[in-house]
């Protein structure tokens, strides 16, 4: 990295690159609070002291700059830097996150209890009732992933978040708490990718797009939002796209798997909108003799659906961990 020393330690540019990246996704300024927070969800723990030491190396390199008590905004040379930066230190984050957050999360399906990981999206405050309205034929249709949410006004916090002011927060279930939940049932899940899904005549078709967890800095989820590429309002008439996720469980697991599913679906952070046969291709997929497939539904696709109707949202994939018992039914909420 040209801005610092060339001996700096090579653990100390990688904290400092992933911390760049944490500041590029957001559109306001960013605090060391919210990037000590998204650093532990990587799993890397800093003191708030030593982020700020860190985001003063940042500043005087120019690659960010702050803004008063608000937090640090990348710039232009940041940006530049961040797309020149090492491949190594690019590839794996969106992945390390979704395994990070599954298994910090505590829910127990049988106990009904514990936490869930929660997509956050900030909606204009005097577009909400709108937004309501567009996002209930979504969820009466099930393309989003149950319809357990969370609300919350402007100058309170949802997960720790602050809600800015003339938005509301609104909180979806996010797929990876599937992810987490099959996992504390002993239920090995390998997350594949998320992907733009055709529904023709009320069904699944196929992905006409994807992108490999694996090989995302960013949530795969949010790029297809931002990109435009779906049409839940024509999917919930039968035909048009929404996003989902696709993951693999091992053949031996499934009726473990289909069970656990049934009991998260029946109180509402849902199940699967398909599981595969073993060793059989699922929507073209191709799968392991000894594997199942699993699609889900994306829990930001009502947030989505939103989007094209023209009200911005801000929105954000895998944001943060909330008690269950703070969720409540969007029936309820309408």
Same mark, same amino acid.
């Given at each position: 990295?040209?801005?610092?020393?060339?001996?700096?330690?090579?653990?100390?540019?990688?904290?400092?690159?992933?911390?760049?990246?944490?500041?590029?996704?957001?559109?306001?300024?960013?605090?060391?609070?919210?990037?000590?927070?998204?650093?532990?969800?990587?799993?890397?723990?800093?003191?708030?002291?030593?982020?700020?030491?860190?985001?003063?190396?940042?500043?005087?390199?120019?690659?960010?700059?702050?803004?008063?008590?608000?937090?640090?905004?990348?710039?232009?040379?940041?940006?530049?830097?961040?797309?020149?930066?090492?491949?190594?230190?690019?590839?794996?984050?969106?992945?390390?996150?979704?395994?990070?957050?599954?298994?910090?999360?505590?829910?127990?399906?049988?106990?009904? %209890? =514990?936490?869930?990981?929660?997509?956050?999206?900030? $909606? &204009?405050?005097?577009?909400?009732?709108? @937004?309501?309205? /567009?996002? *209930?034929?979504?969820?009466?249709?099930?393309?989003?992933?149950?319809?357990?949410?969370?609300?919350?006004?402007?100058?309170?916090?949802?997960?720790?978040?602050?809600?800015?002011?003339?938005?509301?927060?609104?909180?979806?279930?996010?797929?990876?708490?599937?992810?987490?939940?099959?996992?504390?049932?002993?239920?090995?899940?390998?997350?594949?990718?998320?992907?733009?899904?055709?529904?023709?005549?009320?069904?699944?078709?196929?992905?006409?797009?994807?992108?490999?967890?694996?090989?995302?800095?960013?949530?795969?989820?949010?790029?297809?939002?931002?990109?435009?590429?779906?049409?839940?309002?024509?999917?919930?008439?039968? %035909? =048009?796209?929404?996003?989902?996720?696709?993951?693999? $469980? &091992?053949?031996?697991?499934?009726?473990? @798997?289909?069970? /656990?599913? *049934?009991?998260?679906?029946?109180?509402?952070?849902?199940?699967?909108?398909?599981?595969?046969?073993?060793?059989?291709?699922?929507?073209?997929?191709?799968?392991?003799?000894?594997?199942?497939?699993?699609?889900?539904?994306?829990?930001?696709?009502?947030?989505?659906?939103?989007?094209?109707?023209?009200?911005?949202?801000?929105?954000?994939?895998?944001?943060?961990?909330?008690?269950?018992?703070?969720?409540?039914?969007?029936?309820?909420?309408?």
């Amino acid at each position: 990295m040209p801005y610092v020393n060339k001996n700096m330690n090579k653990e100390i540019e990688r904290k400092i690159n992933i911390m760049l990246r944490i500041i590029s996704e957001s559109k306001k300024p960013v605090g060391s609070k919210e990037i000590s927070q998204k650093l532990s969800d990587l799993g890397i723990d800093l003191t708030e002291r030593a982020i700020r030491y860190h985001l003063k190396i940042m500043d005087r390199g120019g690659l960010t700059r702050s803004v008063w008590k608000a937090g640090r905004l990348i710039t232009e040379k940041g940006r530049t830097e961040l797309s020149d930066s090492s491949v190594y230190e690019k590839v794996g984050l969106v992945i390390s996150r979704i395994e990070s957050l599954a298994y910090q999360m505590t829910f127990d399906i049988n106990q009904k %209890s =514990g936490t869930v990981i929660v997509n956050l999206s900030f $909606i &204009p405050k005097n577009e909400f009732k709108s @937004a309501i309205g /567009v996002m *209930k034929e979504v969820f009466k249709n099930n393309f989003g992933l149950g319809n357990m949410i969370a609300v919350a006004k402007e100058g309170s916090e949802l997960g720790g978040i602050s809600v800015p002011y003339g938005k509301v927060a609104f909180g979806t279930v996010c797929s990876v708490t599937i992810h987490g939940i099959l996992t504390k049932e002993f239920i090995p899940v390998e997350s594949k990718f998320s992907g733009v899904l055709q529904i023709e005549n009320n069904k699944p078709l196929r992905f006409t797009d994807f992108i490999n967890y694996c090989g995302s800095t960013l949530d795969p989820v949010e790029i297809f939002i931002r990109s435009k590429m779906t049409s839940i309002a024509d999917a919930v008439k039968g %035909s =048009g796209k929404i996003v989902a996720s696709f993951r693999e $469980i &091992p053949a031996a697991a499934k009726d473990n @798997a289909v069970d /656990v599913l *049934k009991k998260s679906e029946k109180i509402g952070l849902g199940g699967a909108l398909l599981c595969g046969k073993p060793g059989q291709t699922l929507l073209e997929i191709p799968i392991g003799m000894d594997r199942v497939g699993l699609v889900i539904c994306a829990g930001l696709n009502p947030i989505a659906a939103v989007e094209e109707i023209g009200i911005e949202t801000e929105s954000y994939a895998l944001a943060c961990l909330v008690d269950f018992k703070h969720l409540k039914s969007f029936w309820d909420i309408i």
